[in-house]
C-alpha cells in the first residue's frame, strides 16, 4: 500500500493536482515522503527520496513527462 498512515509515502500532504506532461495529461499527489502519479498513457507510479529529488531537478512533468516506473528510495 502507498500512502496513508500506515504506507510508504506517509500521510497526504496537498491535494490532487491535475498536470500536463510530454506524455499527456494526468494526476500528481503530494505524500509526506513521496509523490505518485498517474496518467493513463503510463499508469499508477511512486517516487521517493533520492528519485523524487532528481526527478524535480531535471524538471518533473512539466519536462519529462510521468514516471514509467516506480523509484523507491
Excluded: C, Y
Excluded at 4 to 16: F, Y
Excluded at 34 to 59: P, Y
Aim: proline residues 1%; hydrophobic residues 35%; charged residues 20%.
Amino acid at each position: 500500500m502507498l500512502g496513508g498512515e500506515v504506507g510508504a509515502e506517509g500521510d497526504q500532504q496537498a491535494d490532487q493536482g491535475l498536470g500536463t506532461g510530454v506524455l499527456g495529461a494526468g494526476v500528481t499527489q503530494l505524500f509526506e515522503k513521496g509523490m505518485m502519479f498517474f496518467s493513463t498513457e503510463t499508469g499508477a507510479h511512486a517516487l521517493t527520496g533520492q528519485k523524487l529529488a532528481s526527478f524535480n531537478r531535471r524538471g518533473g512533468v512539466d519536462k519529462l513527462g510521468f514516471p514509467t516506473r516506480d523509484g523507491i528510495g
